[in-house]
């Protein structure tokens, strides 16, 4: 059997995942939820790489086209401040992820679902793939909205996912989306202003 770590099929079932998670996510989380996964299949094989595609795209963008300041024009960044900023923005959305696992397990019960912290982890992980697909829009920088306006499309997929897969009745499971949503956007939040302060000081 195939490892799901083996180069072209790792690629290619990743290619159809995405696929399926921004077309068709009712029946992808069916079968997300029925999978076994440890949290290294997750972490490295769907968090990991898929991280990478904002930063680095980010990166790319400012470095080739610059920032676009108001009033002021195009200014031209330092790449290696630009890059040890993508290096501390990806960290950061890797920690995020492991925050929001942590939090959606942790509020489970209280929903009236059943504490699993792979189940956790899978609907934190998959709920980002609209996030993390348009983080490639950050490559043209005025194309970065269209970028944060199809993240917001992760909401929906992570109101499909939660209550599905942490086991919560449907007449809750809006309530657990909503306090989750509002827990994510926290932390976002306060690691986007870590990133940015990290970003000063090394300009």
Do not use: H
């Not at 963008?61 to 960044?77: A, D, E, Y």
């Amino acid at each position: 059997m195939a490892s799901e770590f083996d180069g072209r099929s790792t690629q290619t079932n990743m290619i159809e995942r995405i696929k399926s998670m921004i077309l068709k996510p009712k029946g992808e989380w069916a079968r997300i939820d029925a999978e076994p996964k440890t949290p290294r299949d997750i972490v490295l094989g769907w968090v990991v790489p898929l991280a990478a595609i904002g930063p680095a795209a980010g990166a790319i963008g400012q470095i080739v086209f610059g920032v676009p300041v108001p009033f002021v024009g195009t200014v031209r960044p330092d790449p290696m401040a630009v890059v040890a900023t993508a290096i501390t923005g990806y960290v950061l959305s890797i920690l995020s992820f492991f925050i929001v696992s942590a939090i959606i397990n942790a509020l489970a019960p209280s929903f009236g679902g059943v504490k699993n912290m792979i189940q956790a982890m899978k609907v934190a992980a998959y709920s980002m793939t609209a996030t993390y697909i348009g983080g490639i829009f950050s490559i043209v920088p005025v194309l970065a909205p269209l970028g944060m306006l199809l993240s917001l499309y992760g909401f929906y997929l992570l109101y499909l996912g939660l209550p599905l897969l942490m086991r919560t009745p449907q007449e809750k499971g809006v309530l657990y989306t909503v306090v989750t949503v509002v827990c994510v956007i926290v932390v976002s939040f306060v690691l986007g202003m870590v990133a940015l302060n990290a970003g000063a000081a090394l300009r």
